[in-house]
């Protein structure tokens, strides 16, 4: 998901304004489709009998027959009309096995049953929503009516995270030819308040007004080693994003203005927005939408010793990034399909037009993302993959958690394609070492100074 320095000047507020300005430019001629909702309306709903028998394989010779469980961007994939697309071959074959329950961890569970009545929404002079009471667990368990979207977004927002978790990656951006470049970069989430996990405050001391916090710090290429990017996420959600960056070349690090949100990451093919696997907005700039509660295919138990080896995925043709058949097989999972859009005060200068969120309802993670452009044309698709890991030493649960999944995502103008590969088994709690687990040096600006030391 992260490249080199160039990458992250261009995260600077000069490359978002100048990103917004031009948008994307596609390679090839631009398709006449734009945003329909028919589309998700066909999708099957998560009452209906509709199902799939395990060991039934999906190619691109039949997937019209399981159309309707097949979310709408893998469909872009399957239908051949974009430069990315799924070819006929075993390694692209889905393979269908049973579903498999993943159960919340205990502590959060919990902590919905204790709080979850308390959370209420605040409507706010620019149309969107505050949110007020909220301490823990999920905000809110039964979203329904019309406020359902933007219920089901902060229950995505607050969704279970290990309070600490460290993981190491290798990200591969691919153009068009399958050149690739490779980042080898350390990634630390700190969930700074409302924790959901036993022995520890629901609110940290040392948080400092702030929710959470992601860095990632570049290990290689050796030019571009010890770049380091940290989004904080203050606690009052009426506040932006803060974004800083630490250029090994000066010696120093820079806090860029809000408009990095639609910068890349380390000149990847993620933008800042596009974080934690799917959406690292924060709701009270977005008006929501429910399309729907579906079955969707998705892949939720990976292999999680074979997802780290790149064989496992294609690389030299056909459709980049795709995970082969030997890390595992997908599953029908129920999910909620919301329409994320910017509020009009920001829709002008906003990297997307609309962001579909494809939210798994037992555990709350993005299985997938369909993102349109300014006019409401198809412009990317993430294809998360996930494995479950355990929490609190095993006990109390697993979760399938930000920074653990192995994204790829495709983008259907420009044809260049990113997959974040995870090199370990994320560390979380008390399997982090102790390094990792220091605030001040991890989740906070002045701990930037500190990465070369």
């Not at 929710?211 to 959600?237: G, I, R």
């Not at 994003?241 to 000149?267: D, H, K, N």
């Not at 996930?386 to 192995?406: E, Q």
Request: aromatic residues 12%; contains cysteine; neutral net charge.
């Amino acid at each position: 998901m992260r490249r080199n320095q160039i990458g992250v000047l261009l995260a600077s507020s000069l490359a978002g304004i100048l990103f917004l300005i031009f948008g994307p430019r596609s390679l090839y001629a631009a398709e006449a489709e734009t945003f329909d909702p028919a589309s998700y309306a066909a999708l099957a709903d998560d009452t209906s009998t509709a199902s799939i028998t395990p060991g039934t394989r999906i190619t691109t010779a039949n997937w019209q027959q399981y159309k309707k469980l097949l979310p709408v961007g893998l469909q872009w994939l399957y239908s051949g009309k974009y430069p990315w697309k799924l070819p006929l071959g075993p390694e692209y074959t889905i393979e269908v096995g049973p579903t498999i329950p993943i159960p919340p961890p205990r502590q959060f569970v919990q902590d919905t049953e204790k709080y979850g009545s308390q959370s209420r929404l605040v409507p706010m002079q620019n149309g969107g929503f505050d949110i007020a009471g909220y301490t823990a667990g999920l905000p809110f368990p039964h979203p329904q009516g019309p406020n359902a979207g933007i219920e089901i977004l902060y229950n995505f927002y607050f969704h279970y995270q290990p309070h600490v978790l460290k993981n190491y990656y290798y990200s591969y951006t691919i153009d068009r030819y399958y050149s690739a470049s490779v980042t080898e970069a350390l990634e630390v989430f700190h969930r700074l308040t409302h924790n959901d996990d036993p022995g520890v405050p629901i609110n940290n001391p040392a948080s400092s007004g702030y929710f959470q916090s992601v860095l990632d710090e570049v290990q290689a290429p050796e030019q571009s080693k010890y770049t380091t990017a940290l989004t904080l996420f203050p606690d009052d959600v009426k506040k932006v994003q803060e974004f800083y960056v630490f250029l090994p070349s000066l010696r120093r690090s820079l806090r860029l203005s809000s408009a990095a949100r639609c910068s890349p990451i380390l000149g990847s093919d993620y933008l800042n927005d596009d974080n934690r696997d799917g959406f690292n907005g924060i709701p009270t700039t977005f008006q929501v939408k429910l399309l729907g509660e579906k079955k969707v295919l998705a892949l939720v138990h990976e292999d999680l010793v074979q997802r780290q080896n790149p064989v496992n995925f294609t690389m030299t043709s056909g459709l980049p990034g795709w995970a082969k058949p030997t890390i595992g097989k997908w599953e029908l999972r129920s999910a909620y399909v919301i329409d994320i859009r910017p509020l009009p005060a920001i829709a002008a200068t906003y990297c997307y037009g609309s962001r579909v969120l494809y939210v798994d309802k037992e555990t709350t993670a993005p299985l997938f993302v369909d993102l349109y452009d300014i006019s409401l044309k198809p412009w990317k698709v993430t294809v998360n993959r996930f494995g479950p890991i355990p929490v609190n030493d095993g006990f109390g649960g697993i979760c399938l958690s930000p920074g653990d999944a192995t994204p790829t995502i495709y983008d259907l103008q420009n044809v260049h394609a990113g997959l974040a590969l995870q090199r370990q088994i994320a560390q979380t709690n008390s399997q982090v070492p102790a390094k990792y687990t220091d605030v001040q040096r991890y989740a906070t600006p002045s701990g930037l100074s500190e990465v070369m030391r």
